[in-house]
């Protein structure tokens, strides 16, 4: 039974009849630990978990195909030098891609953290043996120790390729985290001694920095049979430059509509994961819209190239969206894991 969970090499693929008997334990294991209420949800909450476990089914279960060939190319989208945080100023905005939704940001002087995945593999956690979930494709382009010192971290809601307790696990525990509404409680007994929720429309301010958080459209459970918990875009503003950091989120007028007409430098918005889930996830074409109703000067394209979250290929977002900007390329400001972009102050 030990080796049955037993951690493989990313070259070493279970066959199909060992992944999905690890499938079916887990699920057995999942419904099982299940509360009486969860079975007493309302129809839409009881639809909304169907689709969690559908969605959750699905990306452990898929057999491999031609995008699995894609990602290994280890080298395309991937920047071959390092960010280097010591070199950066304190003035202006300093943006490197860790990878997925991960970004260090360094706002005029303020050191920022989001949603911080460093981990191999996201997902449920196998009685300690494993886990079971998605193996990213492309290393973070820092470890945890490359870190400098940070002033806060944000998550933006509660999934797991967002939320990674083992990541947070390492973090330094003074450093302020400003999280959804309804997220706090998966941190508990980390000792994290400053974290503070935020819904839509309420603001904190760190280090000189003003956090609000905005609208999104996405969903907020971090397990199937879970209650619907807070999910946000966070906008950032110092010295009246502001930076918005999107979570996840599908195409929604709500957001381009809560800039109220501020000066935008930078939009940090998802382009991957859409197929099928369209309905939570913006399309490289529908980001781009977003980018261009909120009238930002830059966009840097997110949460793709990382893990395989969805049906398209990897490289998939990256591509259509080279088309989409139809000769406004130099409006991308990231391309590749581990690139550095700064728009000086």
Do not use: C
């Not at 303020?110 to 494709?137: A, Q």
């Not at 967002?162 to 400003?178: G, Q």
């Not at 889930?277 to 980001?287: D, R, S, T």
């Amino acid at each position: 039974m030990r080796d049955l969970f037993r951690l493989q090499p990313p070259s070493a693929r279970p066959d199909q009849t060992r992944r999905r008997l690890l499938s079916l334990a887990v699920m057995a294991a999942m419904l099982a630990g299940l509360s009486r209420t969860a079975w007493a949800q309302e129809p839409g909450k009881v639809a909304r978990t169907l689709r969690s476990l559908r969605i959750w089914w699905e990306s452990i279960t898929r057999e491999p195909d031609a995008g699995d060939e894609e990602a290994k190319d280890t080298e395309r989208f991937v920047s071959p030098v390092r960010p280097d945080s010591r070199a950066w100023s304190e003035g202006g905005i300093t943006i490197a891609w860790i990878g997925h939704s991960t970004f260090l940001i360094k706002l005029e002087g303020t050191t920022i953290l989001t949603d911080p995945v460093f981990s191999d593999k996201i997902g449920f956690s196998l009685l300690g043996l494993s886990t079971v979930g998605l193996r990213r494709f492309v290393p973070p382009a820092l470890t945890i120790q490359d870190l400098p010192p940070l002033d806060l971290i944000l998550l933006s809601h509660a999934h797991m390729d967002h939320y990674d307790i083992p990541s947070l696990r390492r973090l330094p525990r003074k450093v302020p985290i400003i999280l959804a509404r309804d997220t706090t409680e998966f941190m508990d007994g980390l000792g994290f001694t400053r974290t503070q929720e935020l819904d839509w429309g309420q603001t904190a301010e760190v280090g000189g920095v003003r956090i609000e958080a905005v609208p999104a459209k996405h969903w907020g459970r971090r397990y199937p049979w879970d209650r619907d918990r807070g999910y946000n875009g966070f906008l950032l503003t110092k010295h009246k430059r502001s930076i918005l950091f999107g979570g996840d989120t599908a195409y929604t007028e709500r957001l381009p509509a809560a800039m109220h007409g501020r000066a935008l430098e930078v939009a940090i918005l998802p382009i991957g994961g859409y197929n099928p889930y369209i309905a939570n996830h913006a399309n490289p074409e529908q980001a781009w819209d977003l980018f261009h109703e909120m009238r930002a000067r830059y966009l840097i394209p997110m949460h793709w190239r990382t893990f395989r979250m969805s049906h398209e290929r990897p490289f998939e977002p990256y591509e259509r969206l080279s088309t989409a900007v139809n000769g406004s390329a130099r409006r991308i400001a990231l391309h590749t894991i581990g690139e550095t972009w700064r728009l000086p102050g």
